[in-house]
């Protein structure tokens, strides 16, 4: 798999770094003006080094990344500062260099795997392409790409290659991207959010891969994420970027355990972490809002939202210092970043749930099955649970585990099978929200994931909320006016924003809309699909505590469906964890996030990046979550089970859903005295620093 | 993928009988009966009524709905009122004259069209994207008598470089007939230029700001590589469908053009069926339409099915 040796490549003195960003700055043309999107951006890549750039969007990460491809939109231009890869200058390069740099020199995986390749070519095609740039003829090629797949612990190549893009899971694609990424043995190697859009699972299988890959191809990688975790696993070095400017950079560990940069402080602060949770307090915010671009032009940049502002700040715009310990910070106060004051005091008194009283919502046999092309999809398999007043259960579990059409029957949007009972406050609900009465409707409602399809564009917010409480509240006149003002103010709006529509609002106002469209009519119970995925770290706090803040007050209970574990763990008081359709273990949040865990529990939190650096990398899942029209036979997880019984009674026979400890439900073969034993063995092995690796 | 032709097939020959059933009744809407129409003003009312009855509409609408659908699958289209003859013993030639000018019409504009298109969208903003895609609009809004009237003149008349009537003398060679069919095939290009050039253009512009050109780009391809094997043809998806249902409105604008060129097509037989109130002919006519309509959807649907794998093999899993 060697190149050629290019002549750039052997120029007589190799530069010690792969790639020289100096002082870039880009400007993007919108209506006639330049705005920078990028300001005196500064940094370098050491050979096989790794350095991440973090930060919330329209930080101007993926805009570096495409400057140093040169791939920047129509509109961008680079207007000062350069880029040196190598040693070159990619904006210097003609057409035919700057082609022989992209195809041998440089790399891109960016992060919607199933986007980046051409739905109606054949992957095997457009890997192969990848050596017919350097002049391989095409069989030759396609037997290569076959090589490159098994390289990425692809494990029917051949199959693989033969498929269209459609036809493979999104870990399977990114896998190919970073196969083809590194088919020319690039010296850098950008990764643009490569695992924003996987399952925890996956996620942790293609940073491994990328992490392995990097030792052996001695690469060296720019990791752009705003997943402060991710990059805290992933990078030696780090910078911290916040609109367009580079604010922070320095060792990894350094940043994340003591950062220099008050903006950086904030970040970390709004990251569940530690096994927080929102009884302990509410979770730091920054306050204010991201400047456009151009709007700041003297000062610091983030000196409007920083407690540590003075008159200084906003006259005279900071250099980089020397912070100690490798790190430079953009700040004037650098010393002082650390004890910068809280924007959201942390004190909270809230209410724990009533755990004694009877539930509000009572779940028996719950079961939804698709029939589709004479396939019986079985998506919600024999759910049992009880959810008390002012109680938040978390559900958990990868794409395809049914948590998404468990809210959904429990909503009246799909109709569960014959046998399912819901219970509301002891009368049964019927299957469809279209039979249920106004009192039922409104004691159910749901905040999406996405506000920006879940509200009506056309619609002002002032629109959209009465509307809910005429609808829900039946409330009208006065007494809808004066209601409206109130559910305003306690999502932390203000009157202000009334005549506003949807997209003259950020992603977090939109959210909040959304959430004061559901409290409109004063439900018992509230389903959160994802309320905060496509939302940044900072907006995500916010709307945690006001999720919180509202829950106390009003004693209503949250369904909450959430990828991210630190969020769940936060905002939960018990934790359902969900695989094909069955619950696998279902408890306190304490208990199941502490253990003994359920193998697939157990494999899901180690699967998270923490930025606590805590030892949990001991288990990996292999493959993907199956179909759920054929689920394996015995226990459904034990195709994937690290931990399955060698006398084969977990492929025969299916476990039942046993509580193991006071409140506390596993559906595992496994006692739960062994399941702790051999989890609190390998902690232990962990920390004496033998690490075992199954 | 072939049962998927098949319920396409089905589908459309649905489509046909309710086309059918429309075109019948509303000939029925139509003022004025058969027998007035052929025997004219001047005839008593008695032998109105005899002919009614010869010729079979005075009974009852669905019975002879019935008779006409069931004389169409055997081949047999009715009498004419006007010519006294079988429909099917002239309808044929007309049929075979507008589907050589459509045809011409058709080869002229679909590559023209979809290389302005692409051309247009590789130069986005710059000068050419902006006279090409001004231009196209402009022309696509004159309505083709319009456009016909300001060619014959200048063209015509003026330079005398091209005849003003469509129809070749008989015995002329291939060429000589395709001379005659340019002027009258004009209108019709300007119309479709615009739509499937514009329809072209955004697909073109949707495939080259994609992630997977990105990735194409970046690999090194040269650039003409990116376009022809990852551009065109997902670009290309758009249009087929666009360029399927102008065929149907190609067949439609014939109509004005046959009649301004003095044309003897399909069109021209259906206005003149039209002002004698021959329903017979104007039924058969309209129904061919339809059905060339029908067939272009098909084949469009075939073909992007054809060309677009997410369709043709479903989704795995």
């Known amino acids: 798999m060697t190149l050629p040796a290019s002549p750039e490549l052997s120029a007589p003195v190799e530069p010690s770094t792969t790639l020289e960003v100096s002082h870039l700055d880009v400007a993007y043309r919108v209506r006639g003006k330049d705005r920078l999107a990028l300001r005196d951006v500064s940094f370098s890549i050491g050979r096989q080094e790794s350095f991440g750039l973090v930060g919330e969007s329209g930080c101007g990460k993926s805009t570096t990344a495409l400057a140093v491809t040169r791939y920047l939109p129509r509109n961008g231009r680079l207007s000062a500062g350069s880029v040196l890869v190598n040693g070159q200058d990619p904006a210097k390069m003609d057409k035919r260099a700057l082609r022989r740099f992209r195809a041998r020199t440089i790399s891109m995986v960016y992060q919607e795997p199933g986007r980046a390749l051409n739905p109606s070519i054949r992957v095997g095609r457009q890997v192969a392409e990848v050596y017919e740039v350097g002049g391989t003829k095409k069989n030759e090629a396609l037997a290569r790409a076959e090589e490159l797949l098994g390289m990425v612990q692809i494990a029917d190549p051949g199959r693989v290659l033969r498929s269209y893009p459609h036809q493979l899971s999104g870990g399977m694609l990114q896998r190919i991207m970073i196969a083809m990424a590194l088919a020319s043995q690039p010296s850098l190697l950008i990764l643009d959010e490569p695992t924003t859009a996987l399952d925890a699972t996956v996620e942790a299988e293609v940073l491994d891969l990328v992490s392995s890959l990097r030792q052996r191809f001695q690469t060296s990688v720019l990791f752009i994420s705003h997943n402060l975790a991710v990059i805290a696993k992933m990078c030696d070095r780090v910078g911290v970027m916040y609109a367009g400017e580079l604010v922070e950079q320095g060792p990894a560990q350094e940043i994340f355990d003591n950062p220099r940069h008050p903006y950086t402080v904030g970040l970390l602060r709004c990251v569940p972490r530690g096994g927080q949770r929102k009884d302990h307090g509410r979770l730091d915010t920054i306050p204010g809002f991201l400047p456009g671009p151009g709007e700041v032009q003297v000062g610091c940049i983030f000196a409007k939202r920083c407690a540590l502002a003075s008159q200084r700040c906003l006259e005279e715009t900071p250099p980089m210092y020397d912070a100690g310990a490798g790190r430079t910070s953009r700040c004037h106060y650098h010393e002082q970043a650390p004890e910068l004051p809280r924007a959201t005091p942390e004190d909270v008194t809230l209410r724990s749930p009533d755990r004694s009283g009877e539930p509000v919502i009572r779940l028996r046999g719950v079961s939804k099955t698709f029939h589709t092309r004479g396939e019986h999809v079985r998506a919600v398999v024999g759910v049992d649970l009880d959810l008390k007043a002012g109680e938040t259960l978390g559900l958990v579990g990868e794409s395809g585990s049914g948590k998404t059409t468990l809210a959904r029957v429990l909503l009246g949007l799909s109709v569960p099978d014959e046998g399912s009972i819901i219970e509301l406050e002891g009368s049964p609900l019927a299957p469809e929200c279209a039979k249920r009465d106004r009192r039922q409707l409104q004691a159910m409602q749901i905040v999406f994931q996405n506000p920006d399809s879940a509200l009506n564009r056309r619609h002002s917010v002032r629109h959209i909320i009465t509307r809910a409480l005429k609808k829900l509240a039946g409330l009208s006149g006065e007494a809808c006016e004066r209601r409206l003002l109130e559910i305003v103010r306690s999502v932390r709006m203000e009157e202000r924003h009334l005549p506003l529509r949807p997209y003259q609002l950020s992603g977090g106002l939109k959210q909040r809309v959304a959430i004061a469209r559901a409290f409109a009519g004063a439900p018992r119970v509230l389903v959160c699909d994802e309320p905060t995925s496509a939302l940044d770290v900072s907006v995500q706090a916010a709307i945690l505590n006001l999720l919180a803040d509202l829950q106390s007050r009003e004693r209503v209970t949250y369904v909450f469906i959430s990828h991210d574990l630190g969020v769940v763990r936060y905002l939960s008081d018990s934790i359902a964890v969900l695989y094909l359709g069955r619950v696998m273990e279902y408890g306190p949040a304490e208990t199941v996030f502490s253990g003994p865990h359920h193998p697939y529990t157990e494999s899901l939190l180690s699967a998270v990046p923490s930025l606590d650096g805590s030892p949990r990398e001991r288990i990996r899942l292999k493959g993907e979550i199956p179909s759920a029209a054929h689920s394996p036979s015995g226990c459904v997880f034990h195709t994937r089970c690290p931990r399955r019984l060698a006398n084969g009674l977990c492929e025969s026979t299916e476990p039942g859903l046993v509580e193991v400890e006071p409140g506390h439900m596993l559906r595992c073969h496994i006692p739960v005295d062994e399941l702790r034993r051999l989890q609190t063995t390998e902690d232990a092995d962990l920390k004496a620093g033998q690490p075992k690796i199954s | ?317």
Do not use: C
Not at chain 2, 132 to 141: P, Q
Not at chain 2, 147 to 161: C, P, R, T
């Open chain 2, 1 to 317: 993928m072939p049962l998927y032709v098949l319920k396409r097939v089905g589908l459309a020959l649905v489509t046909l009988v309710l086309l059918s059933l429309i075109i019948f009744f509303a000939g029925q809407v139509l003022p004025g009966n058969a027998g007035r129409a052929i025997l004219g003003p001047f005839a008593s009312q008695q032998a109105v009524i005899a002919l009614d009855h010869k010729l079979g509409v005075d009974r009852p609408l669905i019975v002879q709905y019935w008779s006409w659908a069931t004389g169409i699958l055997r081949g047999n289209l009715g009498m004419s009122y006007q010519q006294q003859a079988p429909v099917s013993s002239f309808i044929f030639p007309y049929i075979g004259r507008s589907l050589k000018l459509a045809a011409f019409a058709f080869v002229i504009v679909v590559p023209l069209s979809i290389l302005g298109g692409i051309i247009a969208a590789l130069n986005r903003g710059r000068a050419v994207d902006r006279i090409l895609s001004t231009t196209s609009l402009s022309l696509s809004t004159v309505p083709e008598f319009v456009s016909g009237v300001v060619l014959i003149v200048v063209f015509a008349l003026g330079f005398k470089v091209l005849p003003v009537s469509a129809n070749a003398p008989p015995g002329s060679s291939f060429i000589t007939q395709l001379k005659y069919l340019i002027l009258p095939a004009i209108p019709l290009v300007f119309i479709l230029f615009g739509y499937i050039a514009r329809m072209a253009r955004a697909g073109t512009i949707e495939a080259l700001d994609s992630d997977y050109v990105r990735t194409a780009t970046l690999k090194g391809l040269p650039r003409w590589v990116v376009i022809r094997r990852h551009v065109l043809r997902n670009s290309l998806l758009p249009t087929i469908t666009v360029i399927a249902t102008q065929t149907g409105y190609l067949i439609g604008g014939l109509v004005v053009v046959e009649k301004l060129f003095v044309y003897p097509g399909i069109g021209t037989l259906i206005i003149n069926a039209a002002n004698d109130k021959d329903f017979p002919t104007l039924e058969a006519g309209v129904l061919f339409i339809g059905m060339v309509y029908l067939a272009a959807t098909l084949i469009a649907d075939v073909i992007y099915t054809v060309l677009n794998p997410r369709i043709r093999l479903g989704k795995a899993e």
